[in-house]
């Protein structure tokens, strides 16, 4: 009889702990950008080469390890993690980078900066692929530690102990406002001029403790006229009157989604700007494929991030 170890595959293993991780076979479909029932072949068939029930399923696709599963969820993935360093030592043999590197990014960031990072990194190294994740702060950090994610382009705001960042621009306030707006011809706006209009709140968790510790530091309290969960949502209802919002990344052109224009107008604030840079985990030398991802994304903000005025 021929050992099963010789019959399983590195992906059956991958969608075995995505599935642990994410909960169900749809987040780990997710995850690894593949078809639900590729992730279900995947794990049904390493259940038959082991002879075990890994996984017991729930409705609609969760799922959770069975007893036997979570015996061998710490070995699956060690067995990854061996299988990733040993492609990336095969590749700085050969001075390559490849292979799959999951990338975190804040979710504010993400449209204007992640996919001319992952572009840049993907055109200088053909053989590399970037697994982006968008996702809030707290779930970037937890990620950073768990070693799910590789690096994450983020803010330096709401960091702890075990992270290292590293700083690469500035990213100063802006009201966005109408082309009809009173603030829209003026070259800055001061926090107390902005405190009697209606802002419209870009009410996700890094972002509004942000600019409302702007306001506290200043001793304001905003006119918070509308709260949402959307930033495209927000520059909307700003460009049809809704009031002005903030943001730390200019959009360009200044449009909202449906094409109505807006007015970025930099914020007067006595705040040191936050920094956007990438963050890992402390302590760990970065991989070959991390270090290449981080020389583009410097290059591609230099390149592209606009220089405060």
Same mark, same amino acid.
């Given at each position: 009889?021929?050992?099963?170890?010789?019959?399983?595959?590195?992906?059956?293993?991958?969608?075995?702990?995505?599935?642990?991780?994410?909960?169900?076979?749809?987040?780990?479909?997710?995850?690894?950008?593949?078809?639900?029932?590729?992730?279900?072949?995947?794990?049904?068939?390493?259940?038959?080469?082991?002879?075990?029930?890994?996984?017991?399923?729930?409705?609609?696709?969760?799922?959770?390890?069975?007893?036997?599963?979570?015996?061998?969820?710490?070995?699956?993935?060690?067995?990854?993690?061996?299988?990733?360093?040993?492609?990336?030592?095969?590749?700085?043999?050969?001075?390559?980078?490849?292979?799959?590197?999951?990338?975190?990014?804040?979710?504010?960031?993400?449209?204007?900066?992640?996919?001319?990072?992952?572009?840049?990194?993907?055109?200088?190294?053909?053989?590399?692929?970037?697994?982006?994740?968008?996702?809030?702060?707290?779930?970037?950090?937890?990620?950073?530690?768990?070693?799910?994610?590789?690096?994450?382009?983020?803010?330096?705001?709401?960091?702890?102990?075990?992270?290292?960042?590293?700083?690469?621009?500035?990213?100063? @306030?802006?009201?966005?406002?109408?082309?009809?707006?009173?603030?829209?011809?003026?070259?800055?706006?001061?926090?107390?001029?902005?405190?009697?209009?209606?802002?419209?709140?870009?009410?996700?968790?890094?972002?509004?403790?942000?600019?409302?510790?702007?306001?506290?530091?200043?001793?304001?309290?905003?006119?918070?006229?509308?709260?949402?969960?959307?930033?495209?949502?927000?520059?909307?209802?700003?460009?049809?009157?809704?009031?002005?919002?903030?943001?730390?990344?200019?959009?360009? @052109?200044?449009?909202?989604?449906?094409?109505?224009?807006?007015?970025?107008?930099?914020?007067?604030?006595?705040? @040191?700007?936050?920094?956007?840079?990438?963050?890992?985990?402390?302590?760990?030398?970065?991989?070959?494929?991390?270090?290449?991802?981080?020389?583009?994304?410097?290059?591609?903000?230099?390149?592209?991030?606009?220089?405060?005025?």
């Amino acid at each position: 009889m021929s050992d099963p170890a010789a019959r399983f595959t590195l992906r059956q293993l991958s969608c075995f702990v995505a599935a642990c991780d994410g909960g169900g076979i749809g987040a780990a479909a997710a995850r690894l950008h593949l078809a639900q029932a590729t992730v279900s072949a995947a794990i049904a068939d390493l259940e038959r080469t082991l002879g075990v029930q890994l996984l017991v399923r729930g409705r609609r696709r969760a799922a959770m390890p069975s007893p036997a599963g979570r015996e061998l969820l710490a070995q699956a993935a060690e067995v990854l993690a061996a299988a990733g360093r040993l492609d990336e030592r095969s590749a700085a043999l050969r001075g390559d980078v490849s292979g799959e590197l999951p990338v975190g990014c804040l979710v504010t960031l993400a449209p204007a900066v992640a996919p001319a990072a992952c572009r840049a990194f993907e055109q200088r190294w053909p053989r590399a692929r970037v697994a982006l994740l968008p996702a809030h702060q707290a779930e970037l950090l937890a990620r950073l530690d768990d070693g799910s994610i590789a690096v994450a382009i983020t803010y330096d705001l709401g960091l702890r102990a075990g992270v290292e960042f590293e700083p690469l621009a500035d990213a100063p @306030p802006y009201a966005l406002v109408a082309e009809s707006h009173a603030l829209a011809g003026a070259g800055r706006a001061g926090l107390e001029q902005l405190a009697h209009e209606p802002l419209v709140l870009l009410d996700l968790p890094l972002s509004r403790d942000y600019f409302l510790d702007l306001f506290r530091a200043a001793h304001l309290a905003p006119d918070i006229a509308r709260r949402v969960a959307d930033a495209e949502l927000a520059r909307s209802l700003v460009a049809w009157g809704y009031g002005y919002t903030l943001a730390n990344v200019r959009p360009a @052109p200044a449009r909202a989604v449906d094409g109505t224009p807006l007015r970025a107008v930099p914020v007067r604030t006595a705040t @040191p700007p936050p920094r956007v840079g990438l963050a890992r985990r402390a302590g760990l030398e970065p991989t070959r494929a991390a270090a290449a991802f981080a020389a583009a994304f410097a290059d591609v903000i230099a390149e592209r991030w606009e220089a405060p005025p």
